[in-house]
């Protein structure tokens, strides 16, 4: 979860998944989907999607800061898979923040591939690069640039193309 206090923006992915299947070494059922809203005061309408199917995924629900350590999320309907892993649906599904980070934005990236840069710039292009629909948390935007991190096998942090990422 993340908050841009310049907007009121809120963003952020939910990713959880339950089963194992010995034959393909994965889990059985999986739950992800990105949100977004304009928080007014401690709650407001979200709008929550699978990132390469914004258009045909779109659910509505609500988002409501419980304290500064807690909120909960509540959606009109369950995405795909959801029902097997955690139902937001139902009735609302309560997080508790773990660890605190200083995140603006999480947004996803909406090319088929794009490279980490060392600086904000095309000249510091490193070898590291992140595929369709990863997600990345960011610290920061200096114009057409955005610090972030990714949460992979390891944690990377860099600089990625904001022209690379959807829209927030």
Not at 108 to 131: A, C, D, E, I
Not at 153 to 161: D, F, G, L, P, R
Request: positive net charge; contains cysteine.
């Amino acid at each position: 979860l993340a908050y841009d206090s310049s907007s009121g923006r809120i963003s952020g992915y939910f990713e959880d998944c339950t089963g194992w299947d010995a034959s393909t070494q994965s889990p059985q059922f999986c739950c992800s989907f990105y949100f977004t809203g304009i928080l007014e005061g401690k709650q407001c309408t979200i709008y929550s999607f699978y990132p390469s199917d914004s258009a045909a995924d779109l659910i509505t629900g609500t988002f409501e800061l419980i304290s500064n350590k807690s909120c909960k999320i509540k959606l009109q309907q369950e995405h795909g898979g959801c029902s097997n892993v955690r139902h937001f649906s139902d009735s609302a599904q309560v997080f508790n923040l773990v660890n605190a980070e200083n995140w603006t934005q999480i947004r996803f990236v909406t090319l088929q591939k794009t490279y980490f840069y060392s600086s904000p710039s095309l000249k510091n292009k490193m070898k590291t690069y992140l595929l369709k629909n990863d997600w990345v948390c960011i610290h920061k935007v200096i114009e057409d640039w955005a610090y972030c991190s990714y949460f992979g096998k390891k944690t990377t942090k860099a600089w990625i193309k904001l022209s690379d990422l959807n829209k927030n």
